[in-house]
């Protein structure tokens, strides 16, 4: 099993829409939880850390279900500039490693 | 413009050539890491150093050479390498101990070997 899984996409949508993303992790252990923004061509930056509680930043909020050890990203009103691939990572307990998945391709059409 | 900047941003090399990759960071952070991104493949992590000191070697193979000089600079020595290990080479830095605020990237080196 991946320690990873995302499902790569892509997701075509158009703009306004709201779209969702999710991502599983193997590590029942692991504790920190992240999104990466990645655009094509350039290094992944880091887009919001992920809480227990589940966290909102704008149009985006980010969930944690620690029980079904799933990650997920929703994304409201959809703009253009959204367009990239959206990176789960978890970090790996008791290290400073991050473990990435293979991202999920976003595509927002006008 | 990020913290943590990579040199070369591209690279053509030949099999039988040896070049290296360099990476500096200017956020006062103490570990350092190098991943390799291929097409269709998530970030796999190659090098850790944390307080200049290397504590992880994912399996790479030999012809990969890490250096770390100081906590601010980290290259990756390159020699006889495949074609297969043309991708992009992202390096990364953290504050050891601080990984639950993520990782600062680089703009990478996209790395062709012919």
């Known amino acids: 099993r991946k320690e990873v899984e995302q499902d790569p996409g892509p997701f075509n949508v158009p703009e306004g829409a709201t779209v969702a993303f999710n991502c599983t992790y193997s590590?029942?252990?692991?504790?920190?939880f992240f999104w990466y923004r990645q655009d094509c061509r350039k290094e992944p930056k880091l887009l919001m850390s992920v809480y227990s509680s589940g966290n909102e930043d704008g149009r985006f909020t980010a969930q944690l279900n620690r029980a079904s050890q799933y990650i997920s990203l929703l994304i409201r009103d959809s703009k253009l500039s959204d367009s990239a691939t959206y990176l789960c990572v978890v970090l790996a307990p008791n290290t400073d490693k991050l473990i990435f998945g293979t991202g999920t391709r976003l595509q927002v059409f006008p | 413009e990020t913290g943590v900047t990579q040199t070369p941003r591209h690279l053509v090399m030949g099999m039988t050539n040896k070049k290296s990759l360099k990476c500096e960071q200017h956020?006062?952070?103490?570990?350092m890491y190098w991943y390799k991104q291929s097409a269709k493949k998530p970030l796999e992590l190659m090098f850790v150093?944390?307080?200049?000191?290397?504590?992880e070697n994912n399996s790479v193979p030999s012809r990969f050479s890490p250096e770390c000089p100081n906590s601010s600079h980290l290259f990756l020595h390159l020699h006889t390498l495949q074609p297969e290990d043309s991708a992009l080479y992202l390096c990364?830095?953290?504050?050891?101990?601080?990984?639950?605020?993520?990782?600062?990237f680089g703009s990478g080196t996209r790395l062709t070997v012919v």
């Open positions: 990364a830095s953290s504050s050891a101990g601080d990984g639950n605020y993520g990782y600062t």
């Open positions: 956020l006062g952070h103490n570990a």
């Open positions: 150093y944390s307080l200049e000191e290397r504590v």
């Open positions: 590590n029942s252990a692991s504790q920190s």
